[in-house]
Nanobody, 116 residues
Framework: QVQLAESGGGWVQTGGSLRLSCAAS????????MGWFRQAPGKEREFVAG???????SYRGSVEGRFTISRDNAKNTVYLQMNSLKPEDTAVYYC??????????WGQGTQVTVST
């Protein structure tokens, strides 16, 4: 059974940094795309960053230059380093691992709160 365990969320002031981690278990994920989505109150879930099996990364425009995604295939873990955080980054952040639409897994989410 695949499980994704997220950690690293919390409260930070504007301009601060947080590092999220997501450890996947129950399989081998080196051939999967691993990434992060977020959902703010009253809004739809949105893509934040992703990295495919070959190490190619992509970001939503509003976080590019501030967030960095990385992965450690030996540990089945994906990270999201978030710098220069803004109040609009406040959301529940979800880890996502997928190879196809029918082979996709989600974490339970970790809260990130950025105060002014």
């Amino acid at each position: 059974q695949v499980q994704l365990a997220e950690s690293g969320g919390g409260w930070v002031q504007t301009g601060g940094s947080l590092r999220l981690s997501c450890a996947a278990s129950g399989g081998t994920f080196s051939s999967y795309t691993m990434g992060w989505f977020r959902q703010a109150p009253g809004k739809e879930r949105e893509f934040v960053a992703g990295m495919n099996w070959s190490g190619i990364s992509s970001y939503r425009g509003s976080v590019e230059g501030r967030f960095t995604i990385s992965r450690d295939n030996a540990k089945n873990t994906v990270y999201l380093q978030m710098n220069s955080l803004k109040p609009e980054d406040t959301a529940v952040y979800y880890c996502n691992v997928h190879k196809s639409r029918t082979d996709e897994y989600w974490g339970q989410g970790t809260q990130v709160t950025v105060s002014t």
